[in-house]
């Protein structure tokens, strides 16, 4: 079993600033690549960001390229998203998930096998 937790949501105003943090416990990640996931009001849930298990590769949506960071730590186990330039589409339920293999991949859930609970982000105009 693998939990995570994520913290550092709230409320901005456009042009500003969210860091988000993700802490895993439980199975070790190692080996798995992690990513961001998140769910805009209506809508379904759509990755944002990934980072690979060796952290050599990367992957960011089109909407968040330039503006967000995601970056983690093995020896902590955890994962990180820097949100800078916040927009109001940015207004989300963000996920901190486990893929389930050590890669990168593109906008697909189904290889995400395990989630957090998610924190608001609210982008204010």
């Known amino acids: 079993q693998v939990q995570l937790v994520e913290s550092g949501g709230g409320v901005v105003q456009a042009g500003g600033s969210l860091r988000l943090s993700c802490t895993a416990s439980g199975r070790s990640f190692n080996g798995y690549a992690m990513g961001w996931v998140r769910q805009p009001p209506g809508k379904e849930r759509e990755p944002v960001a990934a980072?690979?298990?060796?952290?050599?590769?990367?992957y960011y949506a089109d909407s968040v390229k330039g503006r967000f960071t995601i970056s983690r730590d093995i020896a902590k186990n955890t994962v990180d998203l820097q949100m800078n330039s916040l927009k109001p589409e940015d207004t989300a339920i963000y996920y901190c998930a486990r893929r389930n293999r050590p890669t990168v991949g593109g906008p697909h859930t189904h290889e995400y096998d395990y989630w957090g609970q998610g924190t608001q982000v609210t982008v204010s105009s």
């Open positions: 980072v690979s298990w060796s952290g050599s590769n990367i």
